[in-house]
Structures are given as structure tokens and as C-alpha cells.
């Protein structure tokens, strides 16, 4: 297995992001906040409960 310098590493691993663009991290942000709004509503309602 050959050296690869680290300039050169964050070199190739910025190349590979332009490529792939932003699926992954925007189908995370997007799971992230739709889980966050029903976690805020869920607690809002149970907040506004009638015992």
C-alpha cells in the first residue's frame, strides 16, 4: 500500500465530494428536522394536556 500525503488525501477526498454532491448530507438534515418538528408538536400538545 503506497504513502499518500495528507494534502493529497483531503485533495482526492474534495474531488469525490464534488462529484457526489449534497445527497447524502442533505437527506440527513431533512430526516433530521422532520424528526425535530414532531419531537417540538408532541411536546407542545402534551405541554397544552387537560389533566
Known amino acids: ?3 499518500i500525503s495528507p494534502a493529497d488525501a483531503l485533495t482526492l477526498a474534495a474531488h469525490a465530494a ?3 454532491g ?3 448530507l442533505l437527506r440527513v438534515v431533512l430526516i433530521v ?3 425535530g418538528c414532531v419531537l417540538v ?3 407542545l400538545l402534551r405541554g397544552y394536556r387537560k389533566d
Open 1 to 3: 500500500m503506497e504513502h
Open 18 to 20: 464534488d462529484k457526489q
Open 22 to 24: 449534497p445527497g447524502n
Open 33 to 35: 428536522m422532520v424528526i
Open 41 to 43: 408538536g408532541w411536546l
